[in-house]
T-cell receptor, first 110, second 113 residues
Framework: EDQVTQSPEALRLQEGESSSLNCSYTVSGLRGLFWYRQDPGKGPEFLFTLYSAGEEKEKERLKATLTKKESFLHITAPKPEDSATYLCAAYTGTASKLTFGTGTRLQVTL | DGGITQSPKYLFRKEGQNVTLSCEQNLNHDAMYWYRQDPGQGLRLIYYSQIVNDFQKGDIAEGYSVSREKKESFPLTVTSAQKNPTAFYLC????????????FGDGTRLSIL
C-alpha cells in the first residue's frame, strides 16, 4: 500500500529561523512528488513538482528536494506570511491518483 | 481568471437528507476529482473523472455519488447512506499526466444538523 508520511506534525519558528520539513514515501513506481501549501479554510495551493532523485526546485524562500525515499521542503529565513500547512503528495501514475501525507502545520512568529 | 469554484462554502445536512456539492472549473481540464479532508488525516479520494460521462470510485466512495455531464462540472452528492459526512470537501482538476499538478477549489465544509 502506498504511504506518505510527513514530519514534524507541527513546527513553530521565529522569523528568520530556517528549517526543513520532511516527506517520506513508500510507493511503487513514483512518477512525481508534489508540494502544496494550505491556508486555514482554503484549498491546497500548488507549489512544486519533483520527478527524479536529485532534483531541486525553488520559489522565493522555499526549496524542495527529492531523494529516492524522501523529499524535503527547506524554508530559508521564513516570514509570518509563510505560516500555513504544507502538504506533500506522491503520484504513482495509477489512474492519476495522488497519495497525500497529513501535512506539517508551520507557524512563523515575529 | 481561470480557476475552480466550489459552492456553497458551508452546508448543513439533516438526518436522511441527500445534499449536493457543486464544483465548476474554467481551466479546460479533462480530469476532475473529489477529496475529503478530516483533521489529522491526509486528503482521501472519493471519486475521479478523466473524461466527460465517465468516472471511477476512489478509496472512500461508499455513500457518495457523482456525475460528469459537462467538462466544466463535477457535482458530488452526499447521500443519507454516508453515516459520517462531516468533513471538508475539496474538488480538484488537472490535465491528465504525471507532470500536471492538480489544482484545488476552496472547499465546502459540510456539517450535520
Amino acid at each position: 500500500e502506498d504511504q506518505v508520511t510527513q514530519s514534524p506534525e507541527a513546527l513553530r519558528l521565529q522569523e528568520g529561523e530556517s528549517s526543513s520539513l520532511n516527506c517520506s514515501y513508500t510507493v511503487s513506481g513514483l512518477r512525481g512528488l508534489f508540494w502544496y501549501r494550505q491556508d486555514p479554510g482554503k484549498g491546497p495551493e500548488f507549489l512544486f513538482t519533483l520527478y527524479s532523485a536529485g532534483e531541486e526546485k525553488e520559489k522565493e524562500r522555499l526549496k524542495a528536494t527529492l531523494t529516492k525515499k524522501e523529499s524535503f521542503l527547506h524554508i530559508t529565513a521564513p516570514k509570518p506570511e509563510d505560516s500555513a500547512t504544507y502538504l506533500c503528495a506522491a503520484y504513482t501514475g495509477t489512474a492519476s491518483k495522488l497519495t497525500f501525507g497529513t501535512g506539517t502545520r508551520l507557524q512563523v512568529t515575529l | 481568471d481561470g480557476g475552480i469554484t466550489q459552492s456553497p462554502k458551508y452546508l448543513f445536512r439533516k438526518e436522511g437528507q441527500n445534499v449536493t456539492l457543486s464544483c465548476e472549473q474554467n481551466l479546460n481540464h479533462d480530469a476532475m476529482y473529489w477529496y475529503r479532508q478530516d483533521p489529522g488525516q491526509g486528503l482521501r479520494l472519493i471519486y475521479y473523472s478523466q473524461i466527460v460521462n465517465d468516472f471511477q470510485k476512489g478509496d472512500i466512495a461508499e455513500g457518495y455519488s457523482v456525475s460528469r455531464e459537462k467538462k466544466e462540472s463535477f457535482p458530488l452528492t452526499v447521500t443519507s447512506a454516508q453515516k459520517n459526512p462531516t468533513a471538508f470537501y475539496l474538488c480538484a482538476s488537472s490535465t491528465p499526466g504525471a507532470d500536471q499538478p492538480q489544482h484545488f477549489g476552496d472547499g465546502t465544509r459540510l456539517s450535520i444538523l
